[in-house]
């Protein structure tokens, strides 16, 4: 199966991804990027009637702020993890989430999902689901830390759409806005039985997983990058 995988910025990335059964889009950015979006949905050929799916790795307005929209424009469902689904129906960004740093806190509440942004996700994905059956040789992995419900979806060639688990806006991959670091590490422990290949981050470029394995450590006291 042939597999195309285009970024596309903004602010946040979201990930078009086209295969012969047609396209997949992967988060949808910031609601006050939708032009830019939109330009690039239609010079990729992506239009209403073959994308196939929008997968949410996690509820930030960032992520999810097109997702109404083009469920409405496009007629495709839009998948995600059931915990995220309370964020994005209320628009709240600290909905969910357990113990979100200061600046997160601060910050959080000016970047709502407006009204007309809200939404109900169409399809649950929990973890280790194949999405096969919607024509993308992939699955999703419930990869939780940054929130509760953020998941990550694999495919069978090693390319793995992170959302915001992991960075790379510097020099070296990296994170932020940890709401829970137990579960963050259990996560990346988890990453480790799968081959992945080729990070895909929420912000920031692809980068090998191995470059981010190699130089991270962690022990009770902190998390080290580099």
């Known amino acids: 199966m042939t597999v195309e995988i285009k970024t596309i910025d903004l602010g946040a990335n979201a990930y078009l991804i086209k295969t012969d059964a047609g396209y997949f889009l992967i988060d949808t950015g910031i609601s006050n990027q939708r032009g830019d979006l939109e330009k690039e949905l239609v010079a990729a050929g992506c239009k209403p009637g073959n994308l196939k799916l929008i997968i949410l790795t996690h509820g930030d307005s960032d992520h999810a702020g097109n997702c109404a929209y083009l469920h409405q424009k496009y007629a495709a469902s839009i998948a995600a993890h059931r915990s995220e689904s ?32 809200r939404f109900k996700p169409d399809i649950f994905v929990e973890d280790g689901a194949s999405l096969s059956d919607y024509g993308l040789d992939a699955r999703v992995l419930h990869l939780p830390g940054h929130t509760q419900g953020s998941i990550g979806i694999l495919t069978a060639a090693g390319d793995l759409f992170c959302g915001d688990l992991l960075i790379n806006v510097s020099d070296k991959p990296s994170t932020r806005f940890i709401d829970d670091w137990t579960a963050f590490d259990a996560s990346i422990g988890k990453l480790k039985r799968y081959n992945v290949i080729t990070v895909y981050p929420g912000h920031g470029k692809p980068f090998p997983m191995e470059l981010f394995t190699k130089n991270y450590r962690k022990n009770s006291q902190e998390h080290k990058f580099g």
């Open 86 to 117: 309370n964020m994005v129906e209320r628009g709240d960004m600290l909905a969910g989430r357990k113990n979100p740093p200061l600046l997160a806190r601060i910050i959080f509440p000016f970047f709502r999902l407006s009204a007309s942004a």
